[in-house]
């Protein structure tokens, strides 16, 4: 009786979890040769490419991953292959690589397409300066930028983002990136990605100058009263 209780409750949890439980299934990904536990993927899965159909129009497009265990310089002996490279038969870049999101019927439309960075890259001011106060989407919507000090030393900054949809806002959960040149964080992309009719963020919360972290927000699982979900992030490091 004990071990159907517990399995009954464990059924029920995941009833009332709905959708967000999906989207805790959606993965990233990009081309390229990365530290092998950074890739999750495995070779033959299929993944959905983002990739640029017109200016403003986008798809997802199938495609099936080749993952292959490769030297990885760093941290590879001589005769080990412990990094994993990912590669795609696609004639064009993709923006990102994503699984566990369904094609939307009406397609992927996009208000930003190009980097749009947080910080101006600036090594002669070691404590950096925001790029700008504000990264506009579309006519009533943007991405707010201010620096806020941290609380355990008031010299230094922070990135406080705030994302604003006409009379709406929600500070976005991006972590503790400081204001220096030595990071380049920034907007990746923003469009439809789930095909509810509203935008949804691809961003680089990167906090340290090794490490990209790659982070989706999705309008369409956001809570009452929320604009925006986080469900996905890969973080990748350099050497």
């Not at 292959?68 to 590669?87: A, L, M, Y």
């Amino acid at each position: 009786m004990k071990k159907l209780a517990i399995g009954l409750a464990l059924v029920m949890l995941a009833v009332n979890a709905g959708f967000g439980l999906a989207q805790e299934g959606i993965r990233l990904a990009l081309p390229g040769q990365w530290h092998g536990d950074e890739v999750a993927a495995e070779d033959g899965e299929s993944w959905l490419a983002l990739v640029e159909r017109t200016p403003d129009r986008y798809e997802l497009r199938p495609v099936t991953l080749r993952v292959e265990r490769v030297h990885d310089p760093i941290v590879d002996d001589t005769g080990e292959k412990t990094g994993k490279r990912i590669s795609l038969n696609l004639d064009i870049e993709p923006v990102i690589l994503i699984q566990g999101l369904p094609i939307p019927e009406q397609g992927v439309s996009a208000v930003q397409e190009d980097f749009q960075p947080f910080i101006a890259f600036e090594r002669d001011r070691p404590h950096g300066r925001l790029a700008s106060e504000r990264i506009p989407l579309t006519e009533d919507s943007w991405l707010q930028l201010e620096a806020v000090p941290f609380p355990e030393d008031e010299r230094f900054s922070k990135i406080k983002l705030t994302y604003v949809e006409g009379m709406n806002k929600q500070v976005l959960d991006v972590g503790e990136i400081p204001v220096s040149a030595d990071v380049q964080p920034g907007l990746m992309w923003a469009g439809d990605l789930d095909g509810d009719g509203y935008t949804d963020l691809l961003l680089n919360t990167s906090n340290h100058y090794n490490v990209d972290a790659i982070t989706l927000f999705l309008s369409g699982p956001a809570e009452k009263g929320r604009l925006l979900k986080k469900v996905a992030e890969w973080r990748t490091t350099g050497c």
